[in-house]
């Protein structure tokens, strides 16, 4: 065997979030066809993720620092890597797919560029695949996921040979052997119920003070129930998508039980205690029911394409507060939830079981890899010719000109930002959060009046 078969891959993941470089790091190693080497790029922008926000995750790197969209193609350009994951809004993708033809085309090879989403793809769908068309693998989460990108791709006469079903990376855990009967938990730990949050779902004061009201009122009516809040960040962090309204805040104007209780940290580890989880559209949910925990997406607001619960519909799982504070527990749709990429290998088949669903991808990259004469030109769809109104406008968000070429005074520092610049940032990134969350809201009531 080559010696160079027995060294570890070079992998390099731009994330600009928490959530994605979580997502891009384990979707990392689960393709790699061998043991890899990591570096870890972090995006500057709204989303990049602190300290902490980072050690939650739990995602470890061989390297990790934070660069501009023009740093990093710069970087790729020096660098030698075999793998590398872009783990970013469709809009990043694009800009990156452009800029790295740029820095690539006087290079011999490159190295397999790969793509996807960080879970249900529930809005925006023909936009945000259409913005990650040119990677040499875009992964589909699950075979309905698949199907779709397929359709979208072939539907715009654009190639779809990328799109490589896998399954979400992080599922995992062991199974729920807690039972259905919360009675069962006599003489033990509390049944526990866990209502998982999200940042931007609803975003409306009134709808999430609304569910806030009804959790807290569920651990009144079941006291020797633990009832649990899982938050995604704490005020002042951003996460993929924006919270202008933090339950945090919310639930100090409340009173509640002594059963009641926010908790962060990892999603697995909360999930180790959940008899019960809650949500009303959140990829928690498919976590959840991976491991074969009952679970529940909320109908109290409706089922509604701007709640993403609509992707649940055939779930099995859709209930209301009413229906829980009664006692009521769903059973999940054993084809809708094999369709989804979790709980697999429950079939009578036993076929695409989780344990294998990275195999297809992992023998792609081998087979790009060892390709003769290494990878052509990256491809996207949309090009000066295909779309010259809109692409230059997402290439120049990332300072980039429409030829995929960084812009006269792109910020791209050759070194670590002194002091005084590092003040200023903290200070710009402060005062746009502060805009995002009390600002902004303030004046949207205003208009409201």
Known sequence: ???????????????????RWKWGALTANRIAP??????????????????????????????????????????????????????????????????????????PGR?????????????????????????????????????????????????ADAVTEVALPFLGGAPYSGG???????????????????PSV????????????????????????????????KPGEHTTHLEELPYQRLVQRLDPPANFRLVYGHMGEVLDRTDLLVTVSSTAALESLHRRIPTVVLTDLGIREALGNHHFVGSGCLASWDQLDAGHLPRPDGEWVARQGVATGTTPSGAGTYETAFDTARERIGDLLARPGGLPPLSPYYTPVTAPGYLPGILA??????????????????????????????AARGAYRHGVQRVAPAIRRMGEL
């Open 1 to 19: 065997m080559p010696a160079s078969a027995m060294k570890p891959l070079r992998v390099a993941v731009l994330a600009d979030s928490d959530t």
């Open 111 to 159: 190295p397999v560029v790969v793509t996807g989403y960080v879970g249900v793809v529930y809005e925006k769908l023909a936009d945000g695949l259409l913005l990650r068309h040119g990677a040499d693998l875009v992964l589909a989460n699950s075979r309905q996921d698949a199907d779709r990108f397929r359709a979208v791709y072939e539907g715009v006469g654009a190639g």
């Open 34 to 107: 061998r043991e890899v080497r990591l570096d870890g790029y972090l995006l500057r922008g709204r989303a990049t993720p602190t300290a902490r926000q980072l050690g939650e995750v739990g995602v470890r790197a061989d390297s990790l620092r934070e660069v501009t969209a023009v740093e990093f193609l710069r970087a790729m350009g020096e660098e030698s890597y075999d793998i590398l994951v872009l783990a970013l809004v469709g809009g990043g993708v694009q800009a990156m797919l452009h800029g790295l033809n740029r820095a690539w085309e006087d290079r």
């Open 180 to 198: 259905n009967d919360p009675s069962a938990k006599q003489g033990r730990r509390p049944y526990t119920v866990v209502f998982a949050a999200q």
């Open 397 to 426: 968000r990332h300072h980039l000109g429409p030829d995929g070429t960084p812009l006269p005074g792109a910020p791209a520092a050759d070194r670590e930002p002194g002091p005084v610049r590092q003040i200023v940032r903290r």
């Open 202 to 233: 609803p975003d409306s004061r009134r709808d999430r003070t609304y569910l806030l009201n009804r959790l807290v009122e569920h651990a009144r009516r079941h006291p020797g129930r633990e009832v649990l809040l899982k938050l995604r960040s």
